[in-house]
């Protein structure tokens, strides 16, 4: 990155259009390879919120999302999200989680440019509270599935993990005896 912080012109910010333009978190980086791939649907979101945030629970195996006014998860989603996301992110530097990490990094989702983006989970989080004028979350992790003190995966959210796939399947994922696909 060069040094300028990518900025959203006002216009396009939608209920918070009267606001001056707004910086992207620091240190955020482009996924163009996922530029318009309506990524947020293959991740189980359905709503309409212009940004959202993406990562990844190892203690539910699933992607979890957060969009400033609720939060949920897509079910199936993490497939995509472990084999094909991460990957990518991997290679720039950037954890966004395994089947024992959280992961230090989130995808942000900006739906009205079709951008994707890697974020460091805290300022990623932080722009979303600036957008829609909440309080930035005191959790260090995205998922609402769990105490965040007690995750036992939640360890290697500084650190990050190699693993890509989950060690336990929270379901059936293969339609026959619940083991994770090899």
Request: aromatic content about 6%; some cysteine; proline content about 7%.
């Amino acid at each position: 990155m060069s040094g300028n912080i990518p900025m959203l012109d006002h216009e396009l910010i939608g209920a918070a259009g009267a606001m001056a333009a707004l910086p992207l978190p620091p240190g955020i980086i482009e996924l163009a390879e996922l530029h318009s791939v309506s990524i947020d649907r293959q991740l189980g979101y359905f709503r309409d919120e212009r940004f959202v945030l993406f990562g990844y629970c190892p203690g539910g195996g699933e992607v979890v999302w957060k969009d400033g006014h609720s939060a949920g998860f897509g079910t199936g989603g993490w497939r995509t999200f472990l084999e094909e996301i991460a990957p990518l992110a991997n290679r720039l530097g950037c954890s966004l989680g395994s089947a024992t990490s959280a992961g230090t990094h989130v995808l942000l989702v900006d739906r009205a440019r079709g951008t994707v983006y890697v974020a460091e989970r805290e300022p990623a989080e932080e722009f979303l509270a600036r957008i829609y004028g909440i309080p930035p979350p005191t959790r260090r992790c995205l998922c609402a599935l769990m105490d965040c003190a007690t995750c036992l995966a939640r360890r290697g959210i500084d650190a990050g993990a190699e693993g890509l796939r989950p060690a336990i399947p929270p379901r059936d994922r293969t339609g026959t005896d619940g083991a994770a696909d090899s």
